[in-house]
């Protein structure tokens, strides 16, 4: 059977029919017969010592898996596609466990549910963190095990036969003695009836026949041929389109406007004042974007009017010279620090960044007088749909949302900020309305990933070893606003991921975090996160302090990975795929860096070329990963490929800065991405091994951008403390 290469409406279809309740101890306790087939509830189990949230309703995730009279297998996808190959190494998992081809195995978006779909790694529904795979690696492949034990008694009862003298391959149930079989399909209602097996014997590593394999990416022919299905791309009937403009200032409001001109346009049909912004809808975008033009608009910027990117930088300084909340500690760094033979300090910084998705933001939303309807891509589909609800006034179940690939997501689709404002709009609107945001409107009223400032002080011994270390950082808490309870002792593990628990060995560590919050400005999750921060500054002070005694950076890094030999390997195996100690050109310098991150070990070497001029091109990135068990080869190579080219990007060009309260930055002129013929020749090595699944969505773009500087300062001389690069220093000669 073929592959239903596109995204389903699950809102409805996946909830019908609910097998009941399961124990987290047996797993899964019940089936049900459902349409003449097999359907499985399975509720995601917690590690150890987490009953309580296992009992607690609000972190009770489920999946579903459903085998028709047809054989066909039916995954109901708790994680959503934004090109990092969710939608085929997932059910990879399920046709392990399942014996089914892979082909066998269609998809259904799950509807928004977070008792049935929460993320068991995040404690809501969404896709983020690097962790679908994570999440999804025991449960689902478990829950392939169990439909195979039940189909398997299923065909041993019929024939009366011992059920270990029965085989499950390719989507049948063989008799070995005789050679008997029945396909799933007529095996499924029977299947549904048998007992629940309380434990299933999952297959080993090496026998897997999936797992491990370049598989071809089941969503990649209706992309290229143009069928697959977007939230831009939707058009429900009746279907206007709208866009708008929005105070350039955060906190502003509108003062007056004159709309004679755009009511002028032909194809606008109605103009739409809120609070804050104006939107334009028209019969197409052409027209909407001519009527907004047309406009007249007069702001009254509100109390951010004079912010500017130092005043921000100046307040997280200034917060920095404070006590902040204790994030790690080991031994007494202090004391330690006042015997150190060699003391090395340094401050960084690194700017706001915007998410510039390839796939302009966007959402249909039709309001009708006792319920709404939402068509969108989102990284989190219970928040759509509860921001929704709450926007019109609405029963939640009154609010239905068809979630749809992503064409980018990079952690701006974990936000409903833009579902809230279709919502209003469509409200005084006759019909269904799509609202598109420019690019324009959407990097300038983004929500940004914060900057950050940083103070570091280090003590070394006689020999250079860092004896003690203490690092304090500023800046804003994301996860302070989108998930409160998260936020605990003035900490979150977002914030401090990358910064404490260290591969390295340092026996005297003080860490400290000052939450500061930009006045006007929200924050998000960006690609890499927390990381995309620590690891940069954790990385280039590490090699401040190899430099400062002299030290081949490589080596001394590795003297302080005794106790972290997945570490050390992947730094080893880098170091030496790149050739790190041959010689280069004048003007070129190679780079390292290492992290672990997302539960994966990585190490990247950057080859960079600094011209006379202060220009920057990285040449080549050679880049060794650890990340545990491997389910497809193929989409963890894109995977960091994708992240290095993201990571080159902010650390060549990105910066979100502002002015008298406005961000400067508008367009792909002054928002500069990574072009083609910019790119480096990319090398990635993986390495083997059977421990579980790390992520992968996110590590490459917090591991290139130190690798980077680092090399930077390899071929020049000058280290950079401060992103992005700025190639007026590097073409002066001054060291920030």
């Given at each position: ?11 409805g ?19 049900a017969?459902?349409s003449?087939?097999l ?8 590690a ?9 309703d609000?972190f ?21 596609e ?13 046709a ?9 195995v ?9 008792k ?44 009366n ?25 007529e ?9 629940v097996?309380e ?6 590593p ?16 209706a ?22 403009a929005?105070s ?38 052409g ?8 406009l ?20 997280l ?33 690194v ?8 796939e ?15 068509w969108?891509?989102?990284?989190a ?9 709450n926007?019109a006034?609405l029963?939640?179940d ?5 979630n ?17 404002r ?8 006759d ?10 409107e959407d ?26 270390w ?11 606003r ?9 900490l979150?593990?977002d ?5 404490i ?15 500061v919050e930009p ?9 890499s ?13 590490m ?9 081949d950076?490589v ?22 795929k ?13 780079g390292?860096?290492i992290?672990?991150?997302?539960g994966?070990?990585l190490?990247?070497?950057a080859?960079v ?16 990963v ?8 193929d ?17 060549l ?8 309260g406005?961000?400067?930055?508008a ?18 090595h993986?390495v ?15 591991a ?31 060291n920030?």
């Amino acid at each position: 059977m073929t592959v239903n290469r596109t995204i389903e409406r699950a809102a409805g279809s996946a909830q019908t029919g609910l097998a009941r309740g399961l124990s987290r101890r047996g797993f899964l306790r019940a089936a049900a017969v459902a349409s003449g087939g097999l359907k499985l509830s399975l509720r995601l189990p917690f590690a150890d010592g987490d009953a309580a949230a296992a009992d607690a309703d609000s972190f009770t995730p489920n999946a579903f898996i459903r085998i028709g009279t047809d054989g066909q297998v039916v995954l109901t996808m708790p994680y959503v596609e934004m090109g990092q190959g969710t939608y085929t190494s997932i059910p990879m998992l399920i046709a392990e466990e399942l014996e089914v081809d892979l082909s066998q195995v269609r998809l259904e978006h799950a509807p928004p549910d977070e008792k049935l779909y929460v993320n068991p790694l995040l404690g809501v529904q969404a896709t983020g963190n690097s962790n679908a795979i994570r999440g999804a690696w025991q449960p689902l492949r478990q829950a392939g095990a169990i439909a195979r034990t039940m189909l398997v008694s299923a065909a041993a009862k019929r024939w009366n036969v011992d059920p270990a003298s029965c085989r499950a391959q390719n989507g049948e149930v063989r008799h070995l003695p005789t050679g008997r079989s029945f396909k799933y399909g007529e095996l499924a209602a029977d299947a549904a009836r048998m007992p629940v097996p309380e434990n299933v014997a999952l297959k080993r590593p090496e026998d897997f026949k999936l797992i491990g394999t370049q598989a071809k990416r089941l969503d990649t022919p209706a992309k290229v041929n143009g069928t697959a299905v977007y939230g831009i791309d939707v058009r429900p009937p009746g279907m206007k389109i709208a866009t708008l403009a929005q105070s350039p200032v955060f906190g502003g409001r509108v003062k007056r406007v004159d709309d004679t001109a755009a009511k002028a346009v032909k194809g606008v049909r109605q103009i739409v004042r809120l609070d804050d912004a104006i939107a334009v809808v028209a019969d197409h975008m052409g027209a909407a974007k001519k009527g907004l033009a047309a406009l007249v608009i007069e702001w009254d910027d509100g109390p951010h009017a004079k912010l500017s990117t130092q005043d921000v930088a100046r307040e997280l300084e200034k917060a920095t010279l404070n006590s902040g909340a204790v994030a790690q500690n080991i031994g007494d760094a202090d004391k330690v620090l006042e015997g150190a033979v060699t003391k090395v300090e340094a401050t960084y910084q690194v700017p706001f960044l915007a998410h510039a998705t390839m796939e302009p933001m966007n959402c249909t939303v039709h309001v009708r007088e006792d319920s709404c309807e939402v068509w969108v891509g989102t990284q989190a589909i219970a928040r759509v749909q509860a921001a929704a609800a709450n926007t019109a006034g609405l029963p939640l179940d009154k609010v239905v949302v068809h979630n749809h690939l992503i064409g980018g997501g990079f952690g701006r689709r974990l936000e409903s900020d833009g579902v809230i404002r279709a919502v209003q709009i469509a409200q005084k609107v006759d019909g269904p309305v799509k609202v598109v945001w420019t690019r324009e409107e959407d990097i300038q009223h983004d929500m940004y990933r914060p900057y950050w400032f940083d103070r570091f002080t280090a003590g070394l011994d006689e020999n250079g070893k860092p004896v003690a270390w203490n690092h304090r950082f500023a800046g804003s808490s994301v996860i302070a606003r989108w998930l409160p309870p998260g936020f605990k002792d003035g900490l979150d593990p977002d914030s401090t991921e990358g910064a404490i628990d260290l591969a390295y060995a340092l026996p005297n560590m003080h860490v400290e975090y000052v939450r500061v919050e930009p006045p006007g400005i929200q924050t998000a999750f960006w690609r890499s996160v927390g990381p995309s921060h620590t690891v940069f500054v954790i990385e280039s002070f590490m090699d401040e302090l190899a430099a400062a005694k002299k030290q081949d950076a490589v080596d001394y890094r590795r003297a302080l990975l005794d106790k972290a030999p997945r570490a050390k390997a992947v730094l080893d195996l880098a170091a030496e795929k790149a050739g790190w100690g041959h010689p280069l050109p004048e003007g070129v310098g190679r780079g390292v860096s290492i992290q672990s991150v997302f539960g994966t070990y990585l190490a990247m070497v950057a080859e960079v070329e600094v011209s006379k001029d202060g220009t920057v091109r990285v040449r080549r990135v050679t880049c060794a990963v650890d990340c545990g068990t491997v389910v497809n080869p193929d989409t963890v190579r894109a995977q960091i490929e994708s992240a290095i080219i993201f990571g080159i990007t902010a650390v060549l060009n990105g910066k979100i800065t502002l002015k008298d309260g406005r961000v400067e930055q508008a367009n792909f002129d002054t928002y500069k991405i990574l072009r083609m013929n910019e790119a480096p020749t990319i090398q990635v090595h993986i390495v083997q091994n059977s421990e579980p699944p790390g992520g992968m969505g996110e590590c490459g773009t917090s591991a290139i951008v130190p690798a980077v500087t680092n090399a930077i300062f390899a071929a020049t001389g000058k280290r950079l403390r401060n992103l992005p690069v700025d190639t007026t220093v590097l073409k002066q000669g001054d060291n920030p």
